[in-house]
């Protein structure tokens, strides 16, 4: 039965609202944990003065559950089970995260999760449209949480796949991967694997130029927003592959004091006098000509 409208419920939800909203204007709104929370119970109650889906607006995600359940995520990247529901089973069960949260309680706040303002989203025919509006704040939180950590010397960058079975217009199909449909990532790590900045895939969007960065097309553009976070002549080094890998990409690191070494397609190169693949594949070319 829908959940009977009256103005206490309302009222529970605003205070909720106007406490969290404060939490966020003391803490500069740089806490993610607050904005998430915010933006949960915004959420919550439009679909409850909407009275949409009552069955999943009935309770309140507090901030203990919001940690709970971040936790239960923290938990399952770890402890693998091939299906999430496993984890409160009897025979395949994790019991930390059984004893922290109930399945049904767990369900109910991925159901009406939220991390950005809906109203806020731009139309798809807007200049400045994000198809990542839902998760930037979260994306940026990451990204910013993650630069803090100090930069190797040595660096990579390369794409990664974030494995899903869902569907999704962003999902991409990458057949050399361990995990070939999923979300793809652009990333720049440390030696050791730690990322420090990321980016999710997301079609031909349009990003913009800062400090008079050039035009280098969609890959070399990639590499040169992951690299803002690399310090100009310090002797930091970028290892990339030959999907990266451009003259005019590794003319412009090297102007802005950033080392960089990859393999390259023989294409990429203005007039190469190579052989051609088919030429030095032969027997009668010495090895290592």
């Known amino acids: 039965m829908p959940r009977t409208l009256d103005s206490k419920t309302i009222e529970e939800y605003l ?24 933006e949960n119970n915004r959420q919550l109650l439009a679909d409850l003065v909407n009275e949409v889906d009552a069955e ?26 091939p299906n999430f529901r496993l984890y409160w089973s009897d025979q395949y069960g994790y019991e930390p995260i059984k004893s922290t949260m109930t399945q049904k309680h767990f369900e109910k706040i991925c159901y009406v999760l939220h991390f950005n303002d809906n109203t806020t989203h731009l139309p798809q025919d807007h200049p400045n449209h994000d198809r990542l509006h839902k998760i930037r704040h979260v994306i940026d939180e990451l990204n910013t949480r993650y630069a803090t ?29 361990p995990h070939k449909w999923g979300f793809k990532l652009f990333l720049i790590c440390s030696i050791y694997g730690f990322v420090h900045k990321f980016e999710v895939y997301s079609g031909s969007e349009k990003y913009l130029h800062i400090n008079g960065e050039l035009d280098l097309g969609p890959t070399g553009n990639t590499v040169v927003r992951l690299a803002r976070i690399v310090p100009k002549r310090a ?6 592959d ?39 594949m032969k027997k009668t070319v010495p090895r290592g000509h």
């Open 56 to 81: 999943h607006v009935d309770f309140f995600c507090g901030r203990n559950d919001l940690n709970k359940f971040l936790g239960i995520l923290i938990y399952s990247s770890i402890v693998k089970n």
């Open 149 to 177: 950590v100090p930069l190797e010397q040595r660096l990579s960058l390369d794409e990664q796949m974030c494995a899903t079975k869902m569907s999704h217009y962003m999902k991409q199909y990458l057949p050399n991967k």
């Open 242 to 280: 030959n999907f990266y890998t451009s003259v005019p990409l590794v003319t412009y690191l090297a102007k802005e004091g950033i080392y960089c070494l990859g393999s390259i397609q023989s294409n990429r190169i203005p007039n190469n006098k190579l052989p051609d693949k088919k030429t030095l």
């Open 15 to 38: 205070q909720v609202l106007d406490q969290s909203e404060d939490d966020m204007d003391s803490s500069g709104g740089e806490e993610a944990d607050e904005e998430i929370y915010y």
């Open 235 to 240: 002797n930091h080094i970028i290892y990339f």
